[in-house]
């Protein structure tokens, strides 16, 4: 087994293939747009608080919306479900692009077009990832699932640099290119097949009306559909509440999110501790993307691991004690307000963070991969809601925790606070589901 990256799911799925070029591209954009609107609302404000605010503005409607999107994911046609939902994203990065070019920028407006976009990702990013085990079989899922994580990290390498860069000029040219690569991800959903729901195999009965091709309204066994709205969603959460390691892995992703998310601290970071405003900003939130995509890239035999509940503990407690570095770095600088880039400080923040970047990657990849393995399809979407409300609504938290901490204690107290209590609340959740360190992908319990 080679130590580099297995593309073997793009081999064999076109489908799969598109659709991983589509959003990789279109994960560009959105990477750049939020440091662009973080970098703008600073901007405005001068205040990590105010950053961390955007985190709340994002939570609201995801947590609101996060777990109904997964259940239309379950019954509708996930193709339709992701198209009309990104078009409706692509809409609302056409208004920042206008307000920035028109000069009608407010911190409340860019607060209400986050809250509008957190909206469009609660419905989009469960069917998106519901889509995946459709295209790809069970045995290319955890490959299928680091090349998904490394294009995202190779978006979030390129996107923060090329957003402080843009944006440092103008704001409005940094969301218009986000416009444009955004049809990205529009052309590679417009050309899937048609995902309708699959047959329950309890019952043979499908989901919705969007049956399969051929399906006889008025022949026997007529599908019908699941119950919609509320009952869906609390169907769901039945479900989850019988599955113990799926559930533990959502705990130790909102943990180590919460209290040691630092990306709210980047744009402080580069005026008050290291210097270079909005480039080292840039250049932060890029060594994190690039230790992710080296950990994609020697990810060959990574995919092979068994046991993988262990290496996700493993990966958590390497990442807070990465961020305790990161602001023990900044401790050692002190808040000095260089004039120019403080070049050997800047490489020793970034190295932490590129170990950050490659344990939050490969912590990612096996939770996404366990939930799929440990879930039928019936049910992927609305875990997969879950999931989503999890995976974006635990950092836009944490930006408020630690932008919070920040103001109070200093951006360096922040991160060393946040990134040792993280290690000390894994350590406990660990001891308290020792099941989950037993997790064995041959078997996948959930």
Partial sequence: ??????????????????????????????????????????????????????????????????????????????????LIASSGLWLISLALAVQAWSGASSVYLLYGLVAAQSAGFAINNPARSAIIPRLVGPELLPAANVLQTTAWNVALTVGPLLGAFLSAWNFGAAYTLDVVLFTAALWALWRLPDLPPLPDPETGENSAEDAPAGADPNAAGRPRRRPLGFASVLEGLRYLATRPNVRTSF????????????????????????????????????AFAIGAVLAGLLSGRLVQVRMQGRVIIGAIISYGLAVASFGLVLTAVGGTTPEHTLIIPLIGAAVC?????????????????????????????????????????????????????????GENWAAVVGGFSCVALICLAALWQRRFLAYDARDPQP
Avoid: H
Wanted: aromatic letters at 8%; a positive charge; charged letters at 15%.
């Fill in 1 to 82: 087994m080679s130590l580099l990256l297995d593309i073997t799911p793009l081999r064999r799925s076109p489908e799969f293939r598109r659709l991983w070029w589509g959003l990789g591209i279109s994960n560009l954009g959105a990477q750049l747009t939020q440091v662009a609107v973080g970098l703008q609302v600073y901007a405005l404000t001068g205040s990590s608080l105010a950053v961390g605010v955007l985190g709340i503005c994002a939570l609201v409607p995801l947590v609101a919306l996060g777990l109904y999107g997964g259940a239309l994911t379950d019954l509708y046609d996930r193709r339709k479900v992701a």
């Fill in 251 to 286: 705990l130790v992703d909102l943990i180590a999110m919460i209290t040691a998310m630092p990306r709210v601290l980047y744009p402080a970071v580069g005026v008050l501790f290291l210097g270079g405003g909005a480039n080292t900003t840039g250049m932060l939130n890029a």
């Fill in 353 to 409: 963070l590129a170990v950050c970047g490659g344990a939050d990657s490969i912590s990612s990849v096996f939770r996404n991969t366990l939930l799929q393995s440990a879930t039928p399809d019936r049910m992927r979407g609305r875990l997969q809601g879950v999931f989503i409300v999890v995976v974006a609504g635990g950092p836009r938290l944490g930006d408020l925790v630690l932008g919070s901490w920040a103001d109070w204690w």
